[in-house]
């Protein structure tokens, strides 16, 4: 999953970005305004992390003004503002959630969790499939009751192909959602996944749709 983190205390934002990047979540951090606006109006993001006082202007605008575009993508507040009216103002604006700071790291992504299950209509935690169910909270897999060690990469493929599982996912879908700013992408790097997790939860479990892409089997 990749997210857009506005954030711009340094070490607030560093901590941050590393502990959801070891849970496997890309994450592109910026520290004002104007360019969380450029990066909104360029990249494909499930989930925005948004700081309230900002350089260049406050997020609360920013939020404004995404929601005035329709733009339904969740946003995560993330602030010191603690005083029950910014709190009002915030999720008035079209936050969906207000987390105060200091605040712990598994708590903010059980809060982002919570916020894609909505995002993409689901109610039950866990993603599953011919037997294989993953759980996005302990990032366990098991397939027919066994578990299966995946790696990060394999995990956050596995996870945004259980999430549509009838849609065709193509190569540039997935390396945009997988990898964030600054990473290096082998140009084979979703092929050498999916054929890990082939070889893991079996050859016919992800199918080749030639030319376009990736989705879930078996086959139709």
């Given at each position: 999953m990749r997210l857009l983190l506005v954030e711009d205390d340094s070490m607030i934002g560093e901590a941050i970005r590393a502990g959801l990047k070891r849970l496997g979540l890309a994450v592109d951090w910026v520290r004002d305004t104007g360019a969380a606006g450029q990066a909104l109006a360029t990249e494909p993001f499930e989930l925005l992390l948004l700081d309230l006082g900002l350089p260049g202007g406050d997020g609360l605008g920013l939020l404004k003004e995404l929601r005035g575009r329709g733009s339904s993508l969740p946003v995560l507040l993330i602030t010191a503002r603690d005083a029950v009216a910014d709190r009002v103002a915030g999720l008035d604006a079209g936050a969906d959630d207000y987390l105060v700071k200091p605040f712990?790291?598994?708590?903010?992504a059980a809060?982002?969790?919570?916020?894609?299950?909505?995002?993409?209509?689901?109610?039950e935690p866990h993603l599953g499939h011919l037997g294989v169910v993953l759980d996005p909270a302990t990032h366990r897999v098991t397939q027919d009751g066994d578990e299966v060690a995946l790696s990060p990469r394999e995990f956050a493929l596995l996870e945004l192909l259980l999430e549509r599982p009838g849609a065709i996912l193509s190569r540039g879908q997935l390396e945009e959602r997988l990898y964030g700013w600054g990473e290096e992408v082998e140009s084979?790097?979703?092929?050498?996944?999916?054929?890990?997790?082939?070889?893991?939860?079996?050859?016919?479990?992800i199918l080749t749709v030639r030319g376009v892409g990736y989705r879930l089997g078996p086959e139709p």
């Open positions: 712990d790291l598994d708590e903010l809060r982002i969790r919570a916020l894609l299950r909505r995002k993409s209509g689901r109610t084979n790097a979703v092929e050498v996944h999916i054929h890990g997790l082939r070889r893991k939860l079996g050859a016919r479990f």
